[in-house]
Nanobody
Framework: QVQVVESGGGLVQPGGSLRLSCAASGSALGIYAMGWFRQAPGKQRELVARVISDGGTNYADSVKGRFTISRDTAKNTVYLEMSSLKPEDTAVYYC??????????WGQGTQVTVSS
C-alpha cells in the first residue's frame, strides 16, 4: 500500500525559509512525478512545484525564484526549499506522487504559516 508522508512545515516570519520533505513508500513501481500543491483557506488547491522523472520542473509563477524543488530518486523523496517567504504563502502544503501505472497519491498535508 502506497504511503506519502510529509514533514517540515511550521511557523516562520516573513522573509524566512523552510524546507519541506515528502517520502513515498509501499510500491516498487516507477514514479512519474512528485510535486507540491497548497491550499489556503477559502481557495482552491494549486500547484506549487513539480519534478518529473526526466528531471524537468514546473513552478507556479508566484514562487519562481523563491522556491526550489528537488528529488532523491533512490529514496523516492522530494524536497521543497522555500525562501523569502511571504504571508500569502501561508497554506496547507500537500505532496502529490504520481506513478506510471498506479495513479496519484496525496499526503496528509503540512501547515506552513508565514507571520510576524
Amino acid at each position: 500500500q502506497v504511503q506519502v508522508v510529509e514533514s517540515g512545515g511550521g511557523l516562520v516570519q516573513p522573509g524566512g525559509s523552510l524546507r519541506l520533505s515528502c517520502a513515498a513508500s509501499g510500491s516498487a513501481l516507477g514514479i512519474y512525478a512528485m510535486g507540491w500543491f497548497r491550499q489556503a483557506p477559502g481557495k482552491q488547491r494549486e500547484l506549487v512545484a513539480r519534478v518529473i522523472s526526466d528531471g524537468g520542473t514546473n513552478y507556479a509563477d508566484s514562487v519562481k525564484g523563491r522556491f526550489t524543488i528537488s528529488r532523491d530518486t533512490a529514496k523516492n523523496t522530494v524536497y521543497l526549499e522555500m525562501s523569502s517567504l511571504k504571508p500569502e504563502d501561508t497554506a496547507v502544503y500537500y505532496c502529490n506522487v504520481r506513478y506510471y501505472s498506479l495513479g496519484a497519491y496525496w499526503g496528509q498535508g503540512t501547515q506552513v504559516t508565514v507571520s510576524s
